[in-house]
């Protein structure tokens, strides 16, 4: 989440029509189009939230118009994702690394962790999707291993980053593809069910 | 942690002994402080969505503070609120009327109709909090008979409102309490469990 407004900036993708490992993937649209291709087709109910803002200043330069003039990026709470597949609740949140060995854990933020541990505390299914952008792959990894790491990773003998062989063993590689772009359903249901 | 929001209600509620029907009411804020209470008690993991926002224009008076200067309020393709109980996935959207007979669809917005619609085909709870202000009573109402009032609302025979009386029978009423402030999920056992 912190992430946003970097993300917002980057807009300089000029190279669309390569092959889908190879290209400069944005995996928030390939996700938010994943969504909207579920959505569409009945299989899943699954959106991302909103960006949490402190709106300080509305102004109203005409009735039914209102700019908001002076606003904050909020800390989030939640992760970025939820909804319902087969009748189960479903959150994850994502993330995205250039790194090639391993994922660091400060891409994470505590509260995404605190609600995703919540989540399957509760019975629902929680999770992230991981992008080594580098290597246009992506995973669906389990928050229970992932906990595994994040809980040791302050001790003399944690480490602050999860291997990519780690992921690659004990998560999910998702397929990229044309429609959906990025079907992370597949490995919910090869996981979960 | 618990006292918290209870406190922070309190501030400008010098009457504390009048009963919690004749207080004036802000749903959103109990309903929010009844989310705070689900989560600490560890009963529900149910947080209210962000606004979304269009953001246009972002200023950096300094390396790490981003300041909005430009945003617009978009129309969200979902509810309100949403979360898990008991392993099952909850949603819904909060409504305030002052009118005591019935209340009007308008105050319904159609893609919130669509998105319960669609939580309800796969196998989730999504309900209407509907708030009578003047009454001083909160309802929990489930779209599916919603969806007759609201289906029929454009046929010369269809009206354009819901009887108060058909959301006091079909519905379930919320008590209104001290902690949490509206318990909501008793009446989600009732319906749905």
Do not use: C
């Not at 649209?29 to 949490?52: C, D, G, M, R, S």
């Not at 854990?105 to 605190?114: G, I």
Request: hydrophobic letters at 30%; glycine letters at 6%.
């Amino acid at each position: 989440m912190i992430n946003f407004p970097i993300k917002k900036l980057n807009t300089n993708n000029t190279t669309n029509n390569t092959n889908f490992s190879s290209r400069g993937m944005n995996l928030e649209v390939e996700i938010n189009e994943t969504n909207q291709y579920y959505l569409t087709n009945n299989i899943a109910v699954i959106h991302k939230k909103p960006t949490p803002v402190q709106i300080v200043k509305v102004n109203y330069p005409s009735r039914d118009k209102a700019v908001i003039t002076e606003a904050y990026y909020k800390v989030p709470s939640t992760t970025d994702y939820n909804g319902i597949y087969k009748g189960k609740y479903i959150d994850f949140e994502a993330k995205e690394t250039k790194n090639k060995t391993s994922f660091n854990l400060n891409n994470v933020h505590p509260h995404q962790v605190k609600h995703l541990t919540q989540i399957s505390q509760h019975g629902g299914i929680g999770f992230f999707i991981i992008s080594f952008s580098t290597l246009g792959e992506v995973y669906l990894y389990d928050i229970k291993p992932f906990l595994e790491f994040w809980n040791n990773k302050d001790l003399p003998t944690g480490r602050k980053s999860i291997p990519y062989l780690e992921i690659k063993t004990n998560g999910k590689k998702i397929d990229l593809g044309y429609l959906p772009r990025l079907n992370y359903l597949k490995k919910v249901d090869d996981l979960y069910f």
